[in-house]
């Protein structure tokens, strides 16, 4: 067995695009009447002023189709996945007892992506969102190599020695993360050489950066990790490959982007790693049975001041009104930060001789023939993270990760809310409210009814994730899911999913107070 195939054993098969990651194929010719939706939004992350082939239907010849409930659940629960932390001698040791996890598509194919995985020769859980742009080539490499670069970042330097010896002897490898797929998250078989030979050459430089019996620092390994493998990227769109298939692929890795959001789960000691504006939010349990929201990231966009204050201190002040528009990097990235994305990142002369270069396939990509307006002092984006650390407490109970999709859909304490009712089935009977909006007796009774309706169906969905995304896609002004409203959602065409709401991506990760509150106190002087 080939020693790439070797460390990389246990991954799925690969796979195209699975059918059911395509948004409502069967119903995409049907949709309830367009007013009932919410309105249109704006693209998320780049939007390209010409889009060829874009052509939407007109109302008239729409449909009215109502989903029913089987219909719906059969499109919500297509991708979910659950993973429960095995117990030993009957106990869990673990402060993580498990997650579940989602997508829903917007675009066709989905441009998100998701992993998690247990690091084998370390200790500790990884778990990351990738929402992509421009494609989905750049979230699908993050998806399958993230994870190594930070696992060998955590490597201590005598099992970074042991690694490459075992590599030029020929000896087995043991695998570095377990990983735990669903089984439409494919990985790039045909890549998987390329990805090895890079992976090899960064632990060979750690090899000669650090000295034995040097223990790695957490963060550090995290930030080397991401700057590292967006590196990789970029040498390796411009170094090209003899395969024609793969020459493509790492030019359509490099040209489209993606922001990373990552939790390292080791103990009472939680990290997150966040590039762009997908969301790390934690459910705190308050002492009245409540839960709050503490949110473990930022957003890397224009509503971050800090994030403008960095990006305007890079360049020079004659870029300033221009570095920024329409609260957009260079008025087309919404994401600050991002992997990938060489259009803004690469000097104006290497795009071109890359480009040159190239296959003929990626010329007939839009993407790749425009420069960036008021593109002057490159790079414009950095895939750098920012880390926050958090020691997780007894109260502590639930980790939500998202792509933008979701909190742009929902307020984070709602989010929080209504994943802890649903993990405890203890609801909190908060005032009705009905948003200003003139109700009836007829119309609150029924709002009324709607609420014991939901409470008593609360377990209908058997993953966490599920049930959060439900309410994403399904809530109406009210904030209760409507059916109606999550019907026509869910059966909108490809062709206007995308401008109603964006992809989604959701993992929620559990934790064991018990093994929490044990190892605190193990740890206290």
Not at 269 to 291: C, M, P
Not at 331 to 346: E, I, N, Y
Not at 477 to 492: A, N, P
């Amino acid at each position: 067995m080939p020693v790439a195939s070797q460390l990389l054993r246990g991954l799925p098969r690969a796979k195209v695009f699975a059918t059911s990651l395509l948004p409502c194929q069967r119903h995409q010719s049907h949709i309830g009447s367009i007013p009932a939706l919410p309105a249109p939004r704006g693209s998320s992350h780049l939007w390209l002023r010409h889009q060829a082939g874009r052509c939407y239907q007109t109302s008239s010849v729409l449909h009215n189709y109502i989903l029913t409930p089987p219909q719906v659940n059969s499109i919500l629960k297509a991708n979910e996945y659950s993973f429960k932390v095995p117990e030993f001698d009957g106990k869990n040791v673990s402060s993580v007892m498990g997650f579940e996890s989602n997508q829903l598509p917007a675009n066709a194919p989905i441009e998100d992506r998701r992993s998690a995985a247990t690091c084998l020769q370390t200790r500790g859980m990884l778990l990351g969102v990738f929402d992509g742009h421009a494609g989905c080539a750049c979230a699908q490499a993050l998806s399958e190599r993230l994870f190594y670069y930070i696992a060998v970042s955590l490597l201590p330097h005598d099992t970074l020695c042991e690694l490459e010896a075992a590599v030029e002897a020929g000896r087995a490898l043991s695998p570095i993360l377990q990983w735990c797929k669903h089984p439409n998250d494919y990985f790039s078989r045909e890549a998987q050489r390329l990805y090895f030979n890079s992976l090899r050459t960064y632990w060979q430089e750690l090899i000669d950066l650090t000295s034995p019996g040097e223990v790695p620092d957490t963060r550090e390994a995290l930030l080397n990790a991401f700057k590292r493998l967006d590196s990789d990227i970029s040498l390796e769109a411009q170094v090209g490959d003899s395969s024609a298939f793969l020459h493509y692929w790492v030019l359509r890795v490099a040209f489209s982007g993606a922001t990373a959001c990552v939790a390292h789960i080791d103990g009472p000691d939680l990290f997150i790693a966040n590039a762009g504006d997908a969301r790390a939010v934690l459910g705190v349990q308050e002492e009245d049975g409540s839960f709050s929201a503490l949110t473990l990231s930022n957003d890397h966009n224009a509503q971050n001041e800090t994030e403008v204050a960095r990006i305007r201190g890079e360049h020079p002040h004659s870029e300033r009104k221009t570095v920024i528009r329409q609260d957009r990097l260079l008025s087309l990235l919404m994401p600050f930060r991002a992997f990938g994305d060489v259009k803004f990142k690469w000097s104006i002369e290497l795009q071109k001789r890359v480009l040159e270069s190239g296959p003929d396939q990626l010329h007939e990509n839009e993407h790749t023939k425009f420069i960036p307006p008021n593109y002057h002092t490159p790079p414009y984006l950095t895939a750098e993270p920012e880390i926050t650390y958090h020691r997780l407490r007894p109260q502590d109970r639930f980790l939500v990760i998202g792509s933008d999709g979701l909190w742009e859909t929902l307020h984070r304490q709602e989010v929080i809310r209504i994943v802890g009712e649903y993990l405890t089935g203890v609801h909190q009977r908060q005032p009705l409210k009905v948003g200003g909006y003139k109700v009836t007796l007829g119309q609150m009774q029924g709002l009324l009814e709607e609420r014991k309706a939901r409470m008593s169906s609360a377990f209908e969905d058997q993953n966490s994730a599920t049930h959060l995304m439900r309410h994403a896609v399904g809530n109406n002004e009210f904030g209760t899911v409507d059916h109606e409203r999550l019907s026509k959602m869910l059966s909108l065409p490809e062709e206007l999913a995308r401008m109603y709401r964006d992809d989604i991506t959701i993992i929620v990760t559990q934790f064991n107070p018990h093994v929490i509150g044990v190892q605190r106190q193990e740890e206290q002087p």
